[in-house]
Nanobody
Framework: EVRLEESGGGLVQPGGSLRLSCATS????????MSWVRQAPGKGPELIAI????????YYPNSVKGRFTISADKSTNSHILQGNNLKVEDTGKYYC?????????????????WGRGTQVTVSS
């Protein structure tokens, strides 16, 4: 059974930092694309970080590039999202999940198959 469990959210002041963790089990971590998605109130989900485990290549959208970093720990099958210089618009519920490659295409499940999420609120 796949397990995805986020931790580390909370209230952060603008300009502050966050460190979110995702504990996982039940799938081939070394072949997955470990990912973070966030959803702000009233908005759709936004993909904010991916690490493709086969080569550990990373992807970030412009909204977080240079401020967020995703890293993975193969010894514990977990990954971390580190965010710095947080902005009010980084507020949202953060979910971890993963995609798998099939026939050279990466496939990601719908959000209801990701973790339960952890709330991050950036406010003074």
């Amino acid at each position: 059974e796949v397990r995805l469990e986020e931790s580390g959210g909370g209230l952060v002041q603008p300009g502050g930092s966050l460190r979110l963790s995702c504990a996982t089990s039940g799938f081939d971590f070394d072949r997955a694309a470990m990912s973070w998605v966030r959803q702000a109130p009233g908005k759709g989900p936004e993909l904010i970080a991916i690490i493709y485990m086969p080569g550990e290549q990373r992807y970030y959208p412009n909204s977080v590039k240079g401020r967020f970093t995703i890293s993975a720990d193969k010894s514990t099958n977990s990954h971390i999202l580190q965010g710095n210089n947080l902005k009010v618009e980084d507020t949202g519920k953060y979910y971890c999940g993963f995609g798998m490659e099939y026939r050279s295409v990466w496939h990601f499940p719908p959000l209801d198959r990701w973790g339960r999420g952890t709330q991050v609120t950036v406010s003074s």
